[in-house]
């Protein structure tokens, strides 16, 4: 089954793709490059604390791979006009969010991959947009040099195909356009607008191996800067491994558009609840067509939970109680939904300066990271699953593994194309 064939159509396709060409384009070819030695290899820090129980890890030994089948999409490249993979060539994914600019490259290692290189940085392109209307011009400068400094990395590394995507502050804004254009211009990254069912699609496809395992039906969310979406899934047929999508929604809230909208006003701790809890009320409300579509569905004693933002890793660090964020801890980790609640409850009635002081906020996270509490609680009250599972991964390794799913059903048609014309005797 193709996993877009379970996700509705879309209904608004002119918001949710770049207006300059299809959506679902992958290949910006400028960034091809003959082979390069490259010997460098992303490492990470050791595991700073375990965990077990309650707070035990997915199993997660060696990484399965999406089912092709599955994740492969027509849209995703001229499949005919690919030439065959080398080990050497690497494949990039880049996000470009609301709040954040992510780029993923990676190398394909048997039918997984192997990250190379990889950048992340807060810019917030969404800063005032849900009161503007607009993508402010300190907040595209910012977005522009952390693209410069990702077109950099893409020409210096052996690149073979890239998808560069951007979702919602760019689907929003009156200028997210222009500014596509204007990256387009200067930086060479051709960025292509999705649709929120193409960011729900990509997001379940690069974090679902890390669902807990059980035959109960299971929710993914990704909380974002400028939209949340939650989608219901359940264990794919015999053979694939790719959950099935029923059901799916995307909402207009993340943790910028939600700040912005109700304001930074915390002079005092009521001050601070009552924010909170318009915060909470305004997201459920939004929520409530999905929640009462999954009602019978979360009455199953086996339901589960996974998480993909910096929301989850955030407050999963705190759990840990990590002195510095430690991703091979977080990602993968299964936390308990009422410690979550706790974690959120406190951060909540913080000041912004005593939120910026912990570990693994700052001062870039200490006025969102209260939006992104409120936005979980009113997930776990519609899907109130006992344990929460959390996922440092998502948009960037569901475009991965599409475009080598892609290139791997190319590569199988060539050699059954070739192998047919070789069997062909002359008349």
């Known amino acids: 089954m193709i996993m877009a064939e379970t996700l509705p159509p879309d209904r608004n396709k002119s918001a949710g793709k770049n207006r300059g060409g299809k959506s679902g384009k992958v290949a910006d070819f400028r960034y091809q490059r003959p082979p390069q030695p490259d010997a460098r290899a992303c490492g990470g820090n050791g595991r700073s604390k375990g965990a077990n129980g309650d707070g035990r890890r997915a199993g997660?030994?060696?990484?399965?791979?999406?089912?092709?089948?599955?994740?492969?999409?027509?849209?995703l490249a001229d499949i005919g006009a690919m030439k065959p993979s080398s080990h050497g060539e690497a494949y990039a994914a880049l996000d470009l969010g609301t709040n954040n600019c992510r780029l993923l490259i990676a190398r394909p290692s048997g039918r997984d991959f192997t990250v190379i290189d990889a950048f992340s940085r807060v810019v917030k392109l969404g800063e005032g947009l849900a009161t503007s209307g607009r993508l402010s011009d300190a907040a595209m400068e910012r977005t522009l040099t952390a693209l410069t400094i990702c077109a950099d990395k893409l020409q210096r590394r052996n690149v073979r195909l890239a998808r560069s995507v951007a979702t919602e502050a760019c689907r929003r804004a009156e200028n997210?356009?222009?500014?596509?254009?204007?990256?387009?211009?200067?930086?060479?990254?051709?960025?292509?607008?999705?649709?929120?069912?193409?960011?729900?699609r990509l997001a379940v496809l690069g974090c679902h191996i890390l669902l807990e395992s059980g035959d109960g039906p299971?929710?993914?969310?990704?909380?974002?800067?400028g939209s949340t979406e939650l989608v219901l899934v359940?264990?794919?047929?015999?053979?694939s491994r790719v959950p099935r999508i029923l059901d799916w929604q995307s909402?207009?809230?993340?943790?910028?558009?939600?700040?912005?909208?109700?304001?930074?006003l915390e002079d005092s701790e009521a001050a601070r609840i009552a924010r909170f809890a318009r915060m909470k009320a305004m997201v459920a409300e939004s929520f409530s067509p999905f929640a009462a579509r999954v009602?019978?569905?979360a009455r199953h004693p086996d339901i589960r939970l996974l998480g993909t933002s910096g929301t989850v890793t955030t407050?999963?660090?705190?759990?840990?109680?990590?002195?510095?964020?430690?991703r091979k801890a977080v990602d993968g980790l299964i936390v308990p939904a009422t410690e979550m609640r706790e974690i959120s409850a406190r951060l909540s009635v913080?000041?912004?300066?005593?939120?910026?002081?912990?570990?693994?906020?700052?001062q870039d996270r200490a006025d969102l990271v209260v939006a992104g509490c409120a936005i979980l609680e009113a997930i776990l009250d519609l899907w109130p699953a006992r344990r929460l599972g959390v996922a440092d991964r998502g948009i960037r390794e569901g475009i991965l593994r599409s475009i080598m799913a892609a290139e791997r059903q190319s590569e199988r048609s060539l050699k059954a194309l070739h192998k047919q014309r070789s069997g062909r005797r002359p008349s």
Do not use: H, Q
Request: hydrophobic fraction near 40%; glycine fraction near 12%; charged fraction near 25%.
């Open 234 to 239: 359940e264990a794919g047929g015999e053979g």
């Open 176 to 200: 997210g356009f222009a500014f596509i254009e204007r990256v387009r211009r200067e930086t060479g990254i051709a960025l292509d607008i999705i649709s929120a069912e193409e960011e729900a």
């Open 251 to 264: 909402v207009p809230w993340g943790v910028v558009s939600l700040t912005d909208t109700v304001g930074r």
């Open 295 to 297: 009602t019978a569905a």
């Open 315 to 326: 407050l999963a660090s705190l759990y840990l109680e990590l002195p510095s964020y430690d």
């Open 350 to 362: 913080m000041t912004p300066y005593e939120r910026s002081t912990l570990p693994c906020i700052g």
């Open 218 to 225: 299971a929710v993914i969310f990704d909380i974002g800067g």
């Open 60 to 75: 997660r030994g060696k990484t399965t791979p999406a089912n092709p089948a599955s994740s492969a999409r027509p849209d």
